[in-house]
């Protein structure tokens, strides 16, 4: 296979994955349902070789799993995952956060402000709260980026991606989102004075907080 195939290939199946992460973190595609490579081929207009990888490095994400006699499904909302992604993310973020406000300069958390005046937009009335995820990811990412530490970065971004799903679920329970901009605020705030104890304390207290929230409002429509 030549270079440009490959290219190619990889290209289909970044696209593949894309569409299908989005159709499931948005709840297009419900959790426990059949994900079938004939019929997703052809719905995307692709071949069966980019869906299946697909499905593989979304399983590898969480977002799907092979059931046997079943093949591929969607996983399923279940609060036992939202505790330990939650968890996770406290553990990691806290711990990252430590490495870069040894580092993190004053230009690099004026970009973080720019994103809190993106995060102030959404509270506005009527305004689409769809952006949120992905921008909660941006702002935590900007924060933590001058640590230097591209594998726990990484890892993170995996648990963001997952968590991505239950916080728009979230948002459609309870509008839940002026108190984690509020902490959003705080947050930035100690960033800025360096106070490195209280940064992350505030910030585990705003990921568990949230973690709480979510799995109080998913028992309230079990």
């Not at 993170?156 to 309870?174: A, G, P």
Request: with cysteine; net charge positive.
């Amino acid at each position: 296979m030549s270079n440009v195939n490959q290219i190619t290939r990889k290209t289909v199946t970044s696209s593949v994955v894309d569409v299908l992460r989005e159709k499931i973190i948005s709840h297009e595609i419900e959790g426990g349902t059949p994900l079938r490579q004939d019929a997703l081929a052809a719905e995307l207009n692709v071949s069966r070789i980019p869906v299946r990888e697909a499905l593989l490095q979304l399983e590898a994400e969480g977002l799907v799993e092979f059931a046997p006699h079943r093949g591929a499904v969607a996983t399923r909302i279940s609060l036992e995952e939202v505790n330990e992604l939650f968890g996770l993310r406290a553990i990691l973020e806290c711990d990252v956060l430590g490495y870069a406000l040894a580092r993190i300069t004053d230009e690099d958390l004026d970009k973080s402000q720019l994103i809190l005046k993106e995060f102030d937009e959404l509270l506005k009335p009527g305004a689409d709260k769809h952006p949120w995820g992905a921008l909660n990811w941006k702002f935590h990412r900007s924060l933590y980026q001058p640590s230097g530490r591209k594998r726990t970065l990484g890892l993170i971004s995996q648990l963001h991606t997952n968590c991505d799903r239950y916080l728009r679920m979230q948002i459609q329970l309870i509008a839940d989102y002026p108190r984690a901009e509020h902490e959003h605020h705080e947050l930035l705030r100690l960033c800025r004075v360096r106070d490195k104890r209280r940064a992350r304390k505030c910030l585990r207290e705003h990921i568990l907080t949230t973690g709480k929230e979510l799995v109080r409002a998913l028992k309230n429509v079990a």
